[in-house]
């Protein structure tokens, strides 16, 4: 009932920006969580950045704070993901992903996008 379609992934190098784009389709509730999760080569999921869709209360890790910000349009069913000071280890696929309740972990989403690329030259 929920597609996501991220966008905005690329090649930049460090210390640079990039703002990823997650389009959501279908039916999205006011108790929902959204939320980028990335994976980097040879590690597992992480949990960035959520935020809910009401009241905009955000969530974060520790490893990104300061440099990532989560935002949303409700209006135009969109998240975003400002990524700044971009770090090589910041390398990874970024995922939008979507909770009907408040979570922070990866294991916890019910919907997912196909995700987007980030690479950061060192």
């Known amino acids: 009932q929920v597609q996501l379609v991220e966008s905005g992934g690329g090649l930049v190098q460090a210390g640079g920006s990039l703002r990823l784009s997650c389009v959501a389709s279908g039916r999205i509730f006011s108790t929902f969580t959204m939320g980028w999760i990335r994976q980097a080569p040879g590690k597992e999921r992480e949990f960035v950045r959520g935020i809910s869709w009401s009241g905009g209360r955000t969530l974060y890790a520790d490893s990104v704070k300061g440099r990532f910000t989560i935002s949303r349009d409700n209006a135009k069913n969109t998240v975003y993901l400002q990524m700044n000071s971009l770090k090589p280890e910041d390398t990874a696929d970024y995922y939008c992903?979507?909770?009907?309740?408040?979570?922070?972990?990866?294991?916890?989403?019910?919907?997912w996008g196909k995700g987007t690329l980030v690479t950061v030259s060192s």
């Open positions: 992903a979507a909770s009907t309740r408040v979570v922070m972990s990866p294991r916890g989403m019910d919907y």
